[in-house]
């Protein structure tokens, strides 16, 4: 069984300043690791993923992750925060064999001060 | 590519009706995953297809709830006797059997049952 642990429902980020997210996961096979965002009522639009090949993978819009296999980590960084990265965001893991089916966090909603 | 698309976007039914909801998932995506999301939540899985066999069932997925691909394309998510719990955002994804670890999202339909 696979889960991810976001802690902090809510994360205020000045603009311009570091955006980070922390997912912690639990698997008993070896994991993929996916971070989605999501904005006000659309669904989830995939920002970046690790499948076992390089630990830090880069996303869309200016966003990376590292995966940390020792610390069972997977956090979400972006240096420099725009207004525009408002919005929800999920960890999710899957096993790396079989029906691949995502296990969610609870979510992080990103709040950015001008 | 169109992306998944899901119909309705919102359905408003009152409690003991029927609802059904119908996704169609990117052209060639031989999977096909249903989620559902409640307010404050990341999305869970409900069930999941490839192509025409629905494969998995989760414990969510009580007797009132029925899915089917009949020709591995489109799907359709049947809710019987609904109930105010039902109320949720139901989201579809599809894979494809060369990346089938990466789920693209449809935008959901969101059920509110009163």
């Known amino acids: 069984a696979q889960s991810v642990t976001q802690l902090g429902s809510h994360v205020s980020v000045s603009e311009g300043a570091l955006v980070l997210l922390r997912c912690n996961y639990s698997?008993?096979?070896?994991?993929?690791l996916f971070w989605y965002v999501q904005y006000p009522n659309q669904g989830l639009q995939l920002l970046l993923k690790?499948?076992?090949?390089?630990?830090l993978v880069k996303g869309i819009n200016g966003f990376e992750a590292e995966f940390k296999k020792s610390e069972t980590s997977f956090h979400l960084t972006k240096p420099s925060a725009h207004m525009s990265d408002a919005a929800e965001y999920f960890c999710?893991?899957?096993?790396?064999?079989?029906?691949?089916?995502?296990?969610f966090g609870k979510g992080n909603q990103v709040v950015v001060i001008p | 590519d169109t992306g998944v698309s899901q119909n309705p976007r919102h359905k408003i039914t009152k409690r003991g009706q029927n609802v059904t909801f119908r996704c169609d998932p990117i052209?060639?995506?031989?999977?096909l995953y249903w989620y559902r999301q409640t307010l404050g939540q990341g999305p869970e899985f409900l069930t999941y297809?490839?192509?025409?066999?629905?494969?998995?069932k989760s414990r969510l997925l009580s007797d009132r709830f029925s899915a089917e691909r009949p020709k591995g394309s489109f799907s359709t998510l049947e809710i019987q006797r609904t109930e105010q719990g039902d109320s949720a955002m139901y989201l579809c994804?599809?894979?494809?059997?060369?990346?089938?670890?990466?789920?693209?999202f449809g935008p959901g339909t969101r059920l509110t049952v009163t």
């Open positions: 297809f490839q192509n025409e066999a629905q494969l998995e």
């Open positions: 999710a893991v899957s096993g790396a064999r079989g029906n691949n089916r995502l296990a």
């Open positions: 690790y499948t076992s090949a390089a630990t």
């Open positions: 698997s008993s096979v070896p994991p993929y």
């Open positions: 052209s060639e995506h031989n999977r």
């Open positions: 994804a599809s894979s494809s059997k060369d990346l089938p670890y990466e789920q693209y």
